[in-house]
Antibody
Framework: QVYLQESGPGLVKPSETLSLTCNVS??????????WSWIRQRPGKGLEYIGH???????YYRPSLRGRVTISVDTSKNQFSLRLTSVTVADTAIYYC???????WGQGTLVKVSA | DIVMTQSPDSLAVSLGERATINCKSS????????????VAWYQHKPGQPPKLLLY???IRESGVPDRFSGSGSGTDFTLTINSLQAEDVAIYYC?????????FGQGTRLEIE
């Protein structure tokens, strides 16, 4: 069984940087054939695909977030990370990490942007 | 971006009856090189992450009850839940993974009538 667990601050101030890490167990990022993704759900809204990364470091970012978002991978720690800069209240959401096939997800972590 | 539009937004179905949720994409999700439709269906309950039900439009994920089935091709897809159970109350999403960004439908809320 594959497990993913998000970690990071639950409260970020406006204009600052949101940083989350997803720890993967039960699968090896450097051996797996899948991409690893970040998805969010803003309050009262549906699911929004943020982007993904492959074990090689190749990335895709949602166009509306390009310039603010960075996804990185550390295969030695079997984890991948999300950085979102210059956050606003509109970035308040539950952030999920997931294997891009959609079969394994983290529980999700609520990040609130507030002063 | 490929737009995924689900219908209805919500529906109420009696226990033991059938629920049908539709998903329409703004572009074909069929990939001729492997004859597959790049669509997945998820079940999302409060406080839990989305659960993958079906991928390639109709392939049931391991462990998913066979009362869940998927059909369709091209731009029109359907999730059918037969013999509705109380634990099926959730929001259901379709997602396309034919082209980035891998967009989701707006969700369909399923309740018991």
């Amino acid at each position: 069984q594959v497990y993913l667990q998000e970690s990071g601050p639950g409260l970020v101030k406006p204009s600052e940087t949101l940083s989350l890490t997803c720890n993967v167990s039960g699968a090896s990022i450097k051996s797996d054939v899948y991409y690893w993704s970040w998805i969010r759900q803003r309050p009262g809204k549906g699911l929004e695909y943020i982007g993904h990364i492959y074990k090689t470091g190749s990335t895709y970012y949602r166009p509306s977030l390009r310039g603010r978002v960075t996804i990185s991978v550390d295969t030695s720690k079997n984890q991948f990370s999300l950085r979102l800069t210059s956050v606003t209240v509109a970035d308040t959401a539950i952030y999920y990490c997931a294997r891009a096939k959609g079969d394994f997800w983290g529980q999700g972590t609520l990040v609130k942007v507030s002063a | 971006d490929i737009v995924m539009t689900q219908s209805p937004d919500s529906l109420a179905v009696s226990l033991g009856e059938r629920a049908t949720i539709n998903c329409k994409s703004s572009q074909s999700l069929f990939y001729s090189s492997n004859n597959m439709n790049y669509v997945a269906w998820y079940q999302h309950k409060p406080g839990q992450p989305p659960k993958l039900l079906l991928y390639w439009a109709s392939i049931r994920e391991s462990g998913v009850p066979d009362r869940f089935s998927g059909s369709g091709s091209g731009t029109d897809f359907t999730l059918t839940i037969n013999s509705l159970q109380a634990e099926d109350v959730a929001i259901y999403y379709c997602q396309q993974f034919r082209d980035t960004p891998y967009t989701f439908g707006q969700g369909t809320r399923l309740e018991i009538e």
